[in-house]
């Protein structure tokens, strides 16, 4: 497949056209040997000039406009790509806009709650989560997109109709629900241990950044921290407890180039504009209907139980800002609009309160 996807950008061609190329030319022109000549003919000859190609509508092959660029630069490229989900993702996905969130399996409550904030601030500002939903901090940071309502993203090492570790069975339903599931593994494939390493290079194709947050020395997040050096994507790493076993991974990571990670803020403000951020127009916010006031309200309530707490009693912008990790300048700016949406008021003292 890749010699062929090769040769068809070289001579500005399709795989249909390149299947009625004789054998004199795909001989004379890319310069093939005769054993795969050879292997190319039989096979032509077993399916015919035109054969049919029908695959299902949740399989995505190399030729297919979503196909992801970053599949093309992998040395070991994928056949194919079983999902389930929200299939507007794949434009994301096909241009490597996302953010990627691994770490250990067993990590310190601090790496937990560092990968949950991280996913909700990610989701928050509209870029897609993609992790591996491996127990730790894989799941925290799919749990954190979704609980900000973001649509994240898991590429796993199993069949789609298969859930490992078989806890996170309802955690893999919210994900296929609100995001999507992507894997190379065709229904009923034998799943190895290097199934779960493998995908690691898919999934870090599929990213813009790759963050590590806390993983020990023997960690398979640090195959992906050196795939994503060697694809060129940016990483960073969270700084961890030096004398936590669970940390000496991810710390180390700085020595190899990785950028520390302070504050979700510090991302964000490096990738820019997210592929899936929500752009009001003036018009709406000036002029918001009864059903988009009820939407605004609801969306806001349940990202998170203690936020809808804080609002009722009054919260400081610090505070808010705090709990969302985000900057009190971006956070301002939203709290403005909800108010004039009359989803919140402003109250003395730079606090806010449902309205």
Known sequence: MVRLLELADRYDTDLAGLWGWSSARLQAEPGWPDHLLLSINAYRGLVGTCPACDPPDQV?????????????????????????????????????????????????????????????????????????????????????????????????????????????????????????????????????????????????????????????????????????????????????????????????????????????????QTLGQAPLAELPSSAASRHPSGRSLVEARRRLLQRDPMLKAMLEEGATLQSLANRLARSPVDLAEQLVALELEGVLKAEPGMRWRLA
């Not at 730790?136 to 490992?164: K, N, S, W």
């Not at 992906?224 to 030096?242: C, F, H, I, K, Y």
Request: charged letters at 20%; aromatic letters at 4%; a positive charge.
């Open 60 to 268: 995505l092959l190399p030729m297919d406009r979503q196909w992801p660029a970053g599949f093309k630069d992998l040395r070991r490229p994928p056949l194919r790509m079983f999902w389930r989900g929200n299939a507007s993702l794949l434009n994301a996905l096909g241009s490597g806009q996302a953010v990627a969130v691994v770490g250990s399996r067993r990590p310190s409550m601090h790496g937990l709650k560092a990968a949950e904030l991280l996913g909700e601030a990610l989701a928050r500002a509209g870029w897609p989560v993609v992790s591996g939903l491996a127990e730790g901090i894989d799941a925290a940071a799919h749990r954190g997109c979704l609980q900000a309502g973001g649509q994240p993203v898991a590429v796993l090492g199993t069949p789609l109709e298969r859930v490992y570790p078989p806890e996170h069975h309802q955690l893999q339903a919210d994900v296929a629900e609100a995001g999507l599931l992507f894997t190379e593994l065709a229904p009923e494939s034998k799943v190895q241990r290097s199934s779960f390493a493998l995908r690691n290079r898919l999934l870090v194709a599929l990213a813009r950044a790759v963050v590590v947050v806390e993983c020990p020395q023997n960690s398979g997040a640090l195959i992906t921290a050196r795939a994503a050096l060697e694809q060129g994507r940016a990483l960073w790493s969270m700084p961890a407890d030096v004398l936590r076993p669970s940390g000496q991974g991810s710390n180390r990571l700085f020595l190899e180039g990785a950028r520390p990670l302070l504050d979700p803020d510090q991302l964000l």
